[in-house]
């Protein structure tokens, strides 16, 4: 068989670009737009405490333990109150906070001070110097060698300092 020929050259047939172009744009911004981000479900990073009933608790009961620093006029520490007993001031004040944060938690790395805080609550003119000795006793001590920190209570938190330029205007 025999293809017939017209006589014309056979012309050349070349794809539109301009309206594939817009095509594939219109495409992408429908797909942008009705794009829906769901965040993963039932994901939660929960840590149920783990309960063993077969021996009871001898472990203190949880609570805040609260240190109050009082200052004198000057700035200087007049009196450290661990809740509401007054521990004083003098060289040996820090020591006797330590301790005293010590007994309430019983040892070092007691469970219970994960889930424990301090809260230091300082006068608005109290030298920092003090509030840092505060955290410091609160927090641990060095063991006998002074090169390892024994952790008692790693969390910490301020109270609004009391008294201040607002307080007394």
């Known amino acids: 068989m025999k293809l017939r020929s017209s006589g014309r050259e056979a012309e050349k047939i070349e794809p539109q670009m301009a309206p ?23 994901d939660f990073n929960v840590n149920m405490p783990i309960t063993d009933d077969s021996t009871p608790s001898d472990e203190l009961p949880m609570f805040d333990i ?21 521990l004083g001031n003098g060289p040996n004040v820090f020591a006797g906070l330590n301790n005293e944060i010590l007994k309430i938690i019983g040892r070092p790395g007691n469970p ?4 424990m805080e301090v809260e230091i609550e300082a006068d608005y003119n109290l030298h920092f110097e003090y509030t840092l000795k505060a955290v410091s006793a609160c927090t641990g001590r060095l063991d006998s060698s002074g090169k390892h920190i024994i952790r008692y209570i790693e969390k910490i938190k301020f109270a609004p300092p009391v008294g201040g330029p607002a307080a007394g205007s």
Do not use: H, W
Not at 27 to 39: A, D, G, K
């Open 66 to 86: 609260k240190v109050r620093l009082v200052a004198n006029e000057d700035g200087s520490l007049n009196t450290i109150r661990l809740g509401q007993v007054n």
């Open 112 to 115: 219970i001070t994960k889930d």
């Open 20 to 42: 594939m172009i817009d095509v594939v744009f219109q495409l992408l911004i429908f797909f942008m737009l009705t794009l829906n981000i769901v965040e993963p479900e039932g």
